[in-house]
């Protein structure tokens, strides 16, 4: 699930509907804000313009508003309150008798208001000058209108009455018709996410096809597949990463054709090397026995030369017959023969033939069997013991049991031990561990490439003292 998320795809998925959210609420905020501004504005102007005309169709003084005269009568103010009222709103009318030296204010609330209800910077400005605000009361939106009542003279002069009046308008229309915007808006912007979320998925999936395609190609080309080649479409970036991979791997497949060519000829060469000297070393062993008894009635130093000569004869031949296995590996031309074994024999009878029965301990079970390449298992268990008793101590112990995996045979030696650095690469050809002894560097390796080839595995850990060696063949 997290790579859904954090994938090429699914960031052009979350990037696409991000732009596509954000796209959608300024759209809708924008124009939500312009068509509430544009209805608000609308109504406030209606009502202030109906406002405006009713107050100058009064020419007559209400209730003779002038010095000398008697104040306003109750019927004129609601009179003036009913042809100022628009639907279900209300008036307010606040009124100070010009004649009254003290600030004594008669108040004429309406139906559902009062004087309680106007703002107070409202109520300041409205002496002077119509002012308009819009305010939320008890849940609804209203529009007051606070302005001054003059009276209009024959002359055209306007002499201050000191009556205001506060015009409540309900905005409640205006609220519905936003409020059923919102609901269109809203389904615009689904739409919109929707359009956005196909586009998103169209365009990522033109976008990774070419990108898949190079990563199948690539696979490909790690498995071997070294002709892989992709079709080139196009001249944007994707063509010329496409055009740039295939020549890469063209590159690619001509370097390592070289190699391979050059790796096959190395093996040939190793191969012929070390079948061209059996001839020789068999003739050279055959006379290994007649020199050896020669050695004892010739004089010390001769006797000592004829004797290096034997050694080094015997390490040249145990080389030829390493590389002439390590080639049948290379070559993939080594087989198995498997054949059920009783393996307390097959280890007490390898190790009788190299004259090591009365220098290692066995511990194994007697009628212990298992199905294994009688010759492979020789081999490898030769080079663990023999690299035991020249390069570790005494005691040498082989032991083995049956898993319900298969088998288990370890060889342990006493000694100083491999040093950890050499540890890793104690099965690498040619390898020798501290550079010590006079091996070639193989057995190891050979023994190894016989344990792969039952399907088995080969480990190797330091102990205290000396070093452990675990063979795995799993049942055949």
Not at 46 to 70: F, H, K, M, N, Q
Not at 300 to 305: D, G
Request: glycine share 8%; with cysteine.
């Amino acid at each position: 699930m997290r790579r859904i998320y954090t994938g090429l795809r699914g960031r052009l998925i979350i990037t696409f509907t991000l732009i596509a959210v954000t796209a959608s609420a300024l759209v809708a905020g924008i124009g939500y804000e312009l068509v509430r501004t544009r209805v608000i504005a609308r109504a406030e102007q209606v009502a202030v313009g109906d406002v405006r005309d009713t107050l100058e169709g009064i020419r007559v003084p209400i209730g003779g508003l002038w010095p000398g005269e008697s104040p306003p009568t109750d019927a004129e103010i609601n009179g003036l309150q009913k042809s100022l009222r628009r639907p279900n709103g209300d008036v307010v009318v606040r009124y100070k008798d010009p004649r009254s030296p003290q600030e004594n204010y008669l108040y004429y609330p309406d139906r559902d208001f009062s004087m309680s209800d106007v703002p107070s910077d409202l109520v300041a400005k409205a002496d002077r000058e119509m002012v308009v605000k819009r305010q939320r009361i008890n849940g609804r939106m209203w529009l007051l209108i606070g302005t001054p009542v003059w009276r209009i003279e024959p002359i055209h002069t306007a002499q201050p009455t000191g009556m205001s009046v506060f015009v409540f308008v309900p905005l409640s229309e205006e609220e519905q018709l936003l409020n059923d915007l919102r609901q269109p808006l809203a389904a615009a912007g689904a739409i919109m996410l929707f359009i956005a979320l196909a586009v998103a998925l169209l365009s990522a999936r033109r976008v990774l096809l070419p990108v898949r395609r190079l990563g199948s190609a690539a696979r490909a080309l790690g498995a071997g597949h070294l002709d892989t080649r992709l079709p080139v479409h196009g001249q944007d970036e994707l063509a010329e990463l496409t055009a740039t991979f295939n020549d890469t791997a063209a590159a690619l497949e001509r370097s390592v054709s070289e190699l391979r060519s050059l790796e096959a000829m190395s093996r040939r060469f190793v191969a012929d090397v070390s079948h061209e000297l059996r001839t020789p070393l068999t003739a050279m062993t055959a006379v290994t026995d007649m020199l050896s008894e020669e050695a004892e009635r010739l004089p010390s130093e001769p006797a000592a030369a004829v004797r290096l000569v034997l050694k080094e004869i015997g390490r040249l031949r145990t080389l030829v017959e390493q590389l002439i296995e390590a080639s049948r590996f290379d070559s993939g031309t080594a087989t198995l023969h498997l054949d059920t074994v009783n393996i307390a024999d097959a280890i007490c009878d390898c190790l009788e033939v190299r004259g090591w029965l009365d220098q290692v301990r066995v511990n194994v079970p007697q009628g212990l069997a298992f199905s294994l390449d009688p010759r492979r298992f020789d081999v490898i268990l030769a080079n663990l013991v023999g690299n035991a008793l020249r390069h570790g101590e005494p005691p040498v112990v082989v032991t083995a049991r049956s898993t319900p995996n298969g088998l288990e045979m370890k060889v342990r030696d006493h000694g100083k031990g491999i040093p950890p650095s050499d540890l890793p690469h104690v099965f690498n050809r040619f390898y020798k561990a501290g550079a010590r002894g006079d091996g070639s560097g193989l057995g190891l390796s050979i023994a190894r490439a016989n344990a792969h080839l039952h399907g088995g595995t080969i480990s190797v850990r330091p102990q205290d003292p000396g070093t452990l060696f675990t063979v795995w063949l799993p049942p055949a």
